[in-house]
Structures are given as structure tokens and as C-alpha cells.
């Protein structure tokens, strides 16, 4: 089962980043990057000191992007660090779905991540595979799509420059782009990705 995350330590960052959903959702005024950043480093804290785990059935459905905070490289030290984070505008619509396999197989399925600006949509798909106990999702996309209101003029398979399709579930995570989710929630669901960025996404309805 879904680990239960309300609770006196826990509920701080959590209602932030609710409140932040909200307001993004509504489009009222939003809390500041900073509040937003603090509040993600402090849930994947969370989830790491308690070792939460997540079933992949939790993340199933359509995700609007809200928050992301990218990185930068640091000078002469060869790391990264967070950027200082920045909300989606609402012009731009960016989702990402996740969805079982037909099998109904829980540890596999397929993502779909699509930018919407006006009437032009840009949308890629491809294979996923989870890892539950590390909440690890890989994926890789492997098909582009590019419509004009409802006139779908591009459809084409593509290489991410990673890996054939067919020798996607033999390839390790570490080989793959992916997400470490740190927190899942009815309403919001975040991640660090394989470059070190955070991100925000909130349930499109």
C-alpha cells in the first residue's frame, strides 16, 4: 500500500506544495520558487529517511507539469547544482501520462510527454519499466507525433539515441533517462530526474 505521508513532520511541505498546486490550478498567486524548491528537498528527505516506497499503479493517469527547477553545472568541481526553479506559464501546456501495459502488468507500461502551444501539439511515446522498491521509473521514447489542431502531419518512430526498442527491458536503469519519485499524492506527484532537476506535476483531470 501507498505509504501514508500525513503527519506532523510531513505536513508542512506537503500542504505547501498542495497550496502551490492549487493556486497553479486556479490560477491565483503562487508561492515563491523558494518556498516551492525548500518544500521538494524536504520530501525527498522525507521519503528517503522513511524509505517510502510507491506502486506504480499510484502514478497511472495524466500529469500537468507545474514547477521545474533544472541545473546548472558548478565550475572547476565537476557537479551540479539546482536551479533557482520556475513555474510552468499557463499558456503552455505540458503533460506527461503514465499507463499499464494491456497484461496489466504494474512494473511496465508506457509514457507519453506532450507540449501543447496553441493549436500545435508536440507529443513523444515510448516504453517504461518501474522499479517499485527505489521508486525508479526508466523510459525511453521511441515515437513522435507533431498535430495542427486535430491534423496529425507528423508520425514517425524515432531513436532517443539510447537504445533499440526491443532491447529496452534488458537494458539497465542507469543506461536510461528516468525519475526517482520522492512523492506521490492524489493531487501532485514529484520527481528528481536522471540530470538532477526537480519537478512538479499536478493531476489533469
Known amino acids: ?54 506502486p506504480f ?6 500529469w500537468r507539469l507545474c514547477f521545474a527547477t533544472g ?8 557537479g ?8 510552468v506559464p499557463k499558456f503552455t501546456k505540458i503533460h506527461i501520462c503514465f499507463s499499464p501495459t494491456e497484461e496489466q502488468n504494474l512494473e511496465k507500461g508506457e509514457i507519453a510527454n506532450q507540449v501543447q502551444l496553441g493549436a500545435i501539439l508536440f507529443k513523444l511515446t515510448g516504453p517504461i519499466k518501474y ?11 521511441i515515437q513522435m507525433q507533431i498535430s495542427l489542431f486535430n491534423w ?15 532491447d529496452f ?3 539497465p536503469i542507469a543506461k536510461l533517462p528516468f525519475f526517482a519519485f520522492f512523492l506521490v499524492t492524489e493531487d501532485v506527484i514529484a520527481a528528481r530526474g536522471r ?11
Open 80 to 87: 551540479i547544482i539546482l536551479g533557482k526553479g520556475w513555474y
Open 1 to 54: 500500500m501507498m505509504a501514508n505521508l500525513i503527519s506532523n513532520s510531513t505536513a508542512d511541505f506537503i500542504n505547501s506544495l498542495s497550496l502551490a498546486a492549487n493556486a497553479y490550478r486556479e490560477g491565483n498567486q503562487v508561492p515563491s520558487a523558494e518556498v516551492i524548491v525548500n518544500a521538494l528537498l524536504e520530501a525527498e528527505k522525507t521519503a528517503k529517511l522513511q524509505k517510502l516506497n510507491y
Open 71 to 78: 541545473t546548472k553545472k558548478v565550475r572547476n568541481h565537476g
Open 131 to 141: 522499479l517499485g522498491k527505489k521508486n525508479l521509473l526508466a523510459f525511453d521514447f
Open 195 to 205: 540530470g538532477g532537476g526537480l519537478a512538479l506535476w499536478i493531476r489533469d483531470n
Open 152 to 166: 496529425m502531419f507528423v508520425n514517425k518512430q524515432i531513436r532517443s539515441g539510447k537504445v533499440e526498442s526491443a
Open 169 to 171: 527491458d534488458d537494458q
Open 57 to 62: 499503479e499510484v502514478l497511472s493517469g495524466k
